[in-house]
Every structure is written in C-alpha cells, then in structure tokens.
C-alpha cells in the first residue's frame, strides 16, 4: 500500500521559509514522478511544482517559480518543497502526489495522495 505523509507545515509571517517533506512508503520512489498541489479555502487544488526521478527539469507555477524549489532525496524516499519568500496567497493545504510517468502538472495525472499540512502565511 502506497502512503505519502506530509509535514513541515505551521504559521510563517510573509517573507519567511518553510520547508515542507513528503516521506513515501509502498513503492519504489525512484520509479515515481512526484509533485506538489495547493488548496486555498474556497479553492480548486492546483499545480505547485513536480521533479521527475532524476530531479531534471522540474516543473513549477508562475505563482511559485523563482520563491519555491522542489526536490527529492531518492535514498530516503523523500521528496521537499522548499519555499521561500512566502506570501499571504500562499495559505493552502499543501498535498504531495506521485505518479509512475514523466512530470506533469494535471492533477488528473496522479495516481497517489498525501494527506496534506497546511501552511499559514500572514500579512
């Protein structure tokens, strides 16, 4: 059984950090393709950022590129967001997903969810 469990989420002042994990067990993680999606209150869950398994040219929202970095460490099957330079706009449930194809930005295309951690940003 494949789970993903987050964590890293809190309350953070706009302009700080916080790094988000995502530990995966019940699969081989190197075979996956993983991302991140958001969901504001009120709000469809969106795209964040995806790393495929060789962490080469990862994928990211115009709404995070350049603040956010997506990455994966394959030996502790974990993958991480970090974000910097937060935002009020930025409070979401923040998901983790994995899919066994290539990178992809449509949430249709995952096959396996988190349970998500919420962040907080405030003005």
């Known amino acids: 059984q494949v789970q993903l469990v987050e964590s890293g989420g809190g309350l953070m002042q706009a302009a700080g950090s916080l790094r988000l994990s995502c530990v995966v067990s019940?699969?081989?993680?190197?075979?996956?393709?993983m991302a991140w999606f958001r969901q504001a209150p009120g709000k469809g869950r969106e795209f964040v950022a995806a790393?495929?398994?060789?962490?080469?040219?990862?994928l990211y929202a115009d709404s995070v590129r350049g603040r956010f970095t997506i990455s994966r460490d394959n030996a502790l099957n974990t993958l991480y967001l970090q974000m910097n330079a937060l935002k009020p706009e930025d409070t979401a449930v923040y998901y983790c997903?994995?899919?066994?194809?290539?990178?992809?930005?449509?949430?249709?295309?995952?096959?396996?969810w988190g349970q998500g951690t919420q962040v907080t940003v405030s003005s």
């Open positions: 790393v495929n398994w060789s962490s080469s040219s990862p």
């Open positions: 997903a994995a899919r066994s194809g290539g990178s992809s930005w449509l949430r249709i295309d995952y096959d396996f």
């Open positions: 019940g699969c081989t993680f190197r075979r996956y393709t």
